[in-house]
T-cell receptor, first 114, second 112 residues
Framework: DGGITQSPKYLFRKEGQNVTLSCEQNLNHDAMYWYRQDPGQGLRLIYYSQIVNDFQKGDIAEGYSVSREKKESFPLTVTSAQKNPTAFYLC?????????????FGEGSWLTVV | DAKTTQPNSMESNEEEPVHLPCNHSTISGTDYIHWYRQLPSQGPEYVIHGLTSNVNNRMASLAIAEDRKSSTLILHRATLRDAAVYYCILRDVSNSGYALNFGKGTSLLVTP
């Protein structure tokens, strides 16, 4: 089935550690996105990529890093510089960054700092 | 940035129509109006989108005001599975490129 796969679904991180969240899509989409959602809040954009080997910072990029070496993959690394990383992380993609295109979301990854 | 304003919560009875309002008074001429919904602990799901004309699909209808400063998502017959947070979003191409900017949305409660 075509779609977006995020892994792991649940992840625990010790303070001071970097962790990487995986996002893979087989929809042949050019654009990919990472969002963060805190309990009871809306989504906030971390990073987005309009094409391979290109990505741009969103509203809350500090403490995060991404790469886009392949069209189908857009991993997110939560670094130790992110002071409050416990949240629900959502990866998404769209055919292109055109404003009329639908954005498709993965099922999300829960990250908890212990 | 073009922003949207939605009620925090709404309630509906099962099998009755639901009208979810959204105000976007600063919308620009090229902004599309998108609606998504999200169930607990899941990723958001696309519902519908439009630019100027009213739109219908199998999930819902979107009514857009003539001046485009407001829109309404219409669920024709609410079911218990429609209970979710509904987000009204404008595609913002200024500070965040072409990504969607989500607010808190409207939490829809559907009662039997």
């Amino acid at each position: 089935d075509g779609g977006i796969t995020q892994s792991p679904k649940y992840l625990f991180r010790k303070e001071g550690q970097n962790v990487t969240l995986s996002c893979e899509q087989n929809l042949n989409h050019d654009a990919m996105y990472w969002y963060r959602q805190d309990p009871g809040q809306g989504l906030r954009l971390i990073y987005y990529s309009q094409i391979v080997n290109d990505f741009q910072k969103g509203d809350i990029a500090e403490g995060y890093s991404v790469s886009r070496e392949k069209k189908e993959s857009f991993p997110l690394t939560v670094t130790s510089a992110q002071k409050n990383p416990t949240a629900f992380y959502l990866c998404a993609s769209s055919i292109s960054a055109n404003t009329g295109n639908t954005i498709y979301f993965g099922e999300g990854s829960w990250l908890t700092v212990v | 940035d073009a922003k949207t304003t939605q009620p925090n919560s709404m309630e509906s009875n099962e099998e009755e129509p639901v009208h979810l309002p959204c105000n976007h008074s600063t919308i620009s001429g090229t902004d599309y109006i998108h609606w998504y919904r999200q169930l607990p602990s899941q990723g958001p799901e696309y519902v519908i989108h439009g630019l100027t004309s009213n739109v219908n699909n199998r999930m819902a209808s979107l009514a857009i005001a003539e001046d485009r400063k407001s829109s309404t998502l219409i669920l024709h017959r609410a079911t218990l599975r429609d209970a979710a947070v509904y987000y009204c979003i404008l595609r913002d191409v200024s500070n965040s490129g072409y990504a969607l900017n989500f607010g808190k949305g409207t939490s829809l409660l559907v009662t039997p």
